[in-house]
C-alpha cells in the first residue's frame, strides 16, 4: 500500500526522530504529529543532570529546530484509535486519518501518592522549572527512589546547598548497574553528603508542619521538599479497545511493526531484545527504535530487523558514568583499567550469554571505542601488529 498520510502520536524523541527518519527514507507525502506536550522536542535526559547543576536560563535541554516539515498539533492530546478504520481521535472531538501510524506517546512519571501537593515528581519541562525554583532556597529535601533519575535528582540538589535524604529500598542504582558500579556511586554520594535510608517501601503523609515519609519498618523522615523518581508508565490508555495491546502493553517486531502499517517506538513499547521481549525506557533506545520503525512502516519485511545493544550514561556526585551493553553486572569486572584523571576507571564484564558489557566512569572513551570493548574484550582496543614483510 501507498502511503500519503502518516500521523505521529508522540513529540519526544522518538517521534521527532520517527519523523526525520521517514524524511530520510524518502516520505515526502503528509505527515502530521500530534503532542500532547505544548513544547518542541527537548532532551529530558538534560532535565535532571545538566539543568539542575547549571546556572544558566534554562537552555541545558534545547534541541535544533525540527526540519521535518510536519504539521505540528502540539498541546493536543490523542484519546483513541480506531486501528481498522485508520483513525486517531483527539481531545477535543477531532479525528485524523491515516495511511500509516508511528506511535510515540512516551511514558509518565509514576507517582507514590494520589494528588498529593507535598509530592514532586520530574518529567516534563514544566516539572524540571518548578524543581530549580523550589530548590533555590536550599531547602531540605528527600528523594525517594534509588535509580539513575533519583541518584541525579539528589545529586542536584546536593549541588545548590540543599541537605538531601536520598530513601531507596536497596543500594541506589544496584537494580539498574548491578553492586560493584552501584557500590562505586553510592560512596562518591556519601563522602558528598548524601544521606541513605533504607527502611521498605515509603508512603507521603500530609502534615501541617511539611511532608512526612513514612517507611514500611515505621521510620519517619521529614523535609521541606519531596522528590519521588520512582519509574515511568506507558501511556497507552488512548489505546484502550484499539486491539493492540497484549496483556495492556504495547508489543512490536523486529522491525518495530504492530500491524502493518502501524509501528511504534520508544518509551511506551516492548520490544525483542537478545534477553526477550522488554521496555527499555532510555533516550537512545528510544532513537534506534524510532529509526528502525520508520524503515519498517515503509518498506515492510525487506526493512532491516532491529540489533538492540544498550547504551546508558548518568552523571551525579562528581562521577560520569557511560555504559554499553545489558545491565546490571553481576561481580567484579574481568577487565579493569585505570584512567589517567580522578576516581576514572574503564571496565569491562563477560556476561553469562556471552555478550559483553562495558562501562566509564570519568574515563575519556569514545563511545564507538566503548562500544569495541563490550563486543569484543580488552582486544579489541589494542591496535593490531603491523604485518612483518
Excluded at 521535518?68 to 493536543?76: F, I, N
Excluded at 507514590?112 to 531540605?140: N, Q, W
Excluded at 511532608?211 to 484502550?240: C, F, K, M, S
Excluded at 558514568?321 to 579493569?336: E, Q, W
Amino acid at each position: 500500500m501507498t502511503m500519503r498520510r502518516i500521523v505521529v502520536v508522540g513529540n519526544g524523541i522518538a517521534g521527532l526522530t520517527a519523523c526525520d527518519s521517514l524524511r530520510s527514507a524518502g516520505f515526502d507525502g503528509e505527515l502530521t504529529v500530534v503532542g500532547a506536550e505544548r513544547h518542541q522536542p527537548y532532551s529530558r535526559p538534560a532535565l535532571s543532570k545538566a539543568l539542575l547543576h547549571g546556572d544558566d536560563a534554562l537552555q541545558a535541554h534545547e534541541l535544533p529546530e525540527p526540519n521535518h516539515e510536519a504539521t505540528e498539533l502540539l498541546g493536543v492530546s490523542a484519546t483513541g484509535l480506531d486501528a481498522d478504520a485508520g483513525l486517531v481521535r483527539l481531545a477535543g472531538g477531532g479525528e485524523l486519518p491515516y495511511d500509516g501510524l508511528v506511535i510515540a506517546s512516551g511514558s509518565r512519571a509514576r507517582r507514590l501518592s494520589e494528588g498529593s501537593a507535598s509530592e514532586l515528581t520530574l518529567r516534563t519541562i514544566e516539572d524540571a522549572i518548578l524543581l530549580k525554583e523550589r530548590v533555590a532556597s536550599r531547602p531540605s529535601v528527600i528523594v525517594i527512589g534509588g535509580g539513575p533519575l533519583g541518584m541525579e535528582v539528589a545529586s542536584g540538589c546536593l549541588h545548590v546547598g540543599c541537605d538531601v535524604t536520598l530513601v531507596s529500598d536497596v543500594t541506589p542504582l544496584s537494580r539498574q548497574l548491578g553492586a560493584h558500579l552501584a557500590d562505586i556511586f553510592t560512596a562518591a554520594a556519601i563522602r558528598r553528603g548524601l544521606k541513605v535510608v533504607r527502611g521498605g517501601k515509603a508512603r507521603i503523609v500530609d502534615h501541617g508542619a511539611g511532608p512526612r515519609v513514612v517507611l514500611a519498618d515505621g521510620t519517619e523522615l521529614g523535609a521541606d521538599l519531596v522528590v519521588t523518581a520512582i519509574g515511568d508508565e506507558p501511556n497507552t490508555g488512548w489505546l484502550g479497545g484499539s486491539g493492540l495491546l497484549t496483556d495492556g502493553s504495547l508489543r512490536v517486531d523486529s522491525r518495530g511493526r504492530v500491524r502493518p502499517e502501524i509501528v511504534a517506538a520508544g518509551d511506551v513499547t516492548f520490544f525483542p531484545t537478545s534477553r526477550g521481549i522488554q521496555r527499555v525506557p532510555l533516550w537512545t533506545s528510544a532513537i534506534d527504535q524510532a529509526k528502525a520503525a520508520a524503515v519498517g512502516l515503509l518498506k515492510g519485511d525487506t526493512a532491516p530487523e532491529f540489533s538492540f545493544q544498550p547504551y546508558f550514561w548518568t552523571e551525579g556526585f562528581g562521577l560520569s558514568l557511560k555504559s554499553v551493553g545489558f545491565t546490571p553486572v553481576v561481580g567484579a569486572p574481568d577487565y579493569c583499567e585505570p584512567g589517567a584523571e580522578q576516581e576514572s576507571v574503564l571496565m569491562r564484564w563477560q556476561n553469562d550469554d556471552g555478550a559483553g558489557t562495558a562501562a566509564a566512569i570519568n574515563y575519556r572513551i569514545p563511545i564507538p571505542k566503548l562500544r569495541r570493548l563490550a563486543d569484543g574484550g580488552a582486544a579489541a582496543l589494542r591496535p593490531a601488529a603491523p604485518a612483518r614483510v
